[in-house]
């Protein structure tokens, strides 16, 4: 059994897919982390990104190993996690020029589906319920307003409330990725769409594991 949390940047989705799969015991599959893990393998390689080519996006690649962990699976960059690598601003800046690449489209969905081929999974992304795992059931659509969306990925990296500049500074980051993601980011038409811009996170995961037990899925 697969369930899709798609929705654009910082719209709660790797945080929420983590707790639903705890609550029902699936395995969490972040598909973004596979794009950012890529993206930290070739910055690593040097170079302008103007002149990255696929081949060699998806040959740094091959640094990176999907393994398997207590609630799910993780990316490792040669061997070793990487997270500040993989979730700083340069990776950040460059992610989307990765995720436009069809090899590496390919390279994240076959490891995607081979976990959700061999667990139960909560999967999240763009397109996990319209490309990657049509069959996902049920397809959940996270959506936020830019400056929400640009606070909570503030609070998440500082500990103390960030100012109205630098909110309105992640708001223009968050906006320019949503347009660059926007190709990929593809909502499937029986997604059921949660707005969480006035809803609390432990309420937005509750519902959602309410809507899994309501659909009458083989969950305890
Ligand atoms: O958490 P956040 O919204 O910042 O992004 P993420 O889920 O870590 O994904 C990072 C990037 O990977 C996105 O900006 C997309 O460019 C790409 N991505 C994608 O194209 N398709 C997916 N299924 C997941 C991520």
Known sequence: MAIAIDGPAASGKSSTAKAIARELGFRHVDSG??????????VRQGGDAESWTEESVLAAARMVTLVPTELGFTPLLDGETAEDEMRGEEVTRHVSLVARMPAMREWVNAQVRKAAHEHDVVVDGRDIGTVVLPSARPKIFLVASPGERAKRRLLERHAGAPSDGEIA????????????????????????VIDTTHLAQAEQIARIVALVRAGGWEVQ
């Not at 982390?33 to 070739?42: D, G, P, S, V």
């Not at 708001?171 to 029986?190: E, H, N």
């Open 169 to 192: 500074e992640e708001t223009g980051r968050i906006v320019l990725r949503d347009d660059m993601d926007a190709a990929q980011s593809v909502r499937a038409a029986d997604a059921i």
């Open 33 to 42: 982390a596979l794009y950012r893990a890529a993206t930290a393998a070739r």
